[in-house]
T-cell receptor, first 111, second 111 residues
Framework: DTAVSQTPKYLVTQMGNDKSIKCEQNLGHDTMYWYKQDSKKFLKIMFSYNNKELIINETVPNRFSPKSPDKAHLNLHINSLELGDSAVYFC??????????FGAGTRLSVL | KQEVTQIPAALSVPEGENLVLNCSFTDSAIYNLQWFRQDPGKGLTSLLLIQSSQREQTSGRLNASLDKSSGRSTLYIAASQPGDSATYLCAVRGGADGLTFGKGTHLIIQP
C-alpha cells in the first residue's frame, strides 16, 4: 500500500545503455514530478506533469524523456547513459494538501 | 531564479537539547515552504508545510516558522532525541509546481 513507488530501487548499467525507471502513485494525485539528487545530495527538479501533460522541463538533456501513460504513472526513460547521470532519482506527487509525497528513490550507477 | 540556503550545513548536539535549523530563500514570491527529513539511503518524509499566508506550523516537538517578507524560515526541534538524526531539507514552491531545495542540514544527536 505504498503511496509513491519506484522501480527499480537500484540500477547499475554501462555507459551508452538505455534504461527506464518506473513510478506509480495510488493517491489519486494529478501532478507528478521527477527530481535528481546528485553526489553532493543536492535535489533538483527535472520534470513536472499534470494530468499526463508536461508542465515543467528544467534544463535537462533531451536524452531524458518522461512518459505518462496515465495520471497515476510517470516513467523516466534515459538514452545513451553517461557517467554524470549517476545519481538518485526521486519521483513525487502533489496532494490537495499541497504536500509533495516522495518515493524511496532509484539509485542509478553508470559504469 | 530562486535560491534556497540552509545553515548550518551540519550540526552535532547532545541528546535533550533544543535546536534551530535555518533556511533562507531569495525570492519571496512563494506559495508555500516545506520541511523534509531524509534518512540515509531513504526517500524524503514531509515534516511540516507552511502556506505563504501562515506564520508557523507545529507538529509534536517540531515547530516551523515563516517570515516571507524577509525570506526566512526556521525549524525548531525541542528536546532532541537520537532518532532525530537525519538530514533536514527546506524547500519552497514558487510560481511553477516544482520545489526548489536547499542543500540540507545534516543533524546528529549524540546519545
Amino acid at each position: 500500500d505504498t503511496a509513491v513507488s519506484q522501480t527499480p530501487k537500484y540500477l547499475v548499467t554501462q555507459m551508452g545503455n538505455d534504461k527506464s525507471i518506473k513510478c506509480e502513485q495510488n493517491l489519486g494525485h494529478d501532478t507528478m514530478y521527477w527530481y535528481k539528487q546528485d553526489s553532493k545530495k543536492f535535489l533538483k527538479i527535472m520534470f513536472s506533469y499534470n494530468n499526463k501533460e508536461l508542465i515543467i522541463n528544467e534544463t535537462v538533456p533531451n536524452r531524458f524523456s518522461p512518459k505518462s501513460p496515465d495520471k497515476a504513472h510517470l516513467n523516466l526513460h534515459i538514452n545513451s547513459l553517461e557517467l554524470g547521470d549517476s545519481a538518485v532519482y526521486f519521483c513525487a506527487s502533489l496532494g490537495k494538501d499541497y504536500i509533495q509525497y516522495f518515493g524511496a528513490g532509484t539509485r542509478l550507477s553508470v559504469l | 531564479k530562486q535560491e534556497v540556503t540552509q545553515i548550518p550545513a551540519a550540526l552535532s548536539v547532545p541528546e535533550g537539547e533544543n535546536l534551530v535549523l535555518n533556511c533562507s530563500f531569495t525570492d519571496s514570491a512563494i506559495y508555500n515552504l516545506q520541511w523534509f527529513r531524509q534518512d540515509p539511503g531513504k526517500g524524503l518524509t514531509s515534516l511540516l508545510l507552511i502556506q505563504s499566508s501562515q506564520r508557523e506550523q507545529t507538529s509534536g516537538r517540531l515547530n516551523a516558522s515563516l517570515d516571507k517578507s524577509s525570506g526566512r524560515s526556521t525549524l525548531y526541534i525541542a528536546a532532541s532525541q537520537p532518532g532525530d538524526s537525519a538530514t533536514y531539507l527546506c524547500a519552497v514552491r514558487g510560481g511553477a509546481d516544482g520545489l526548489t531545495f536547499g542543500k540540507g542540514t545534516h543533524l546528529i544527536i549524540q546519545p
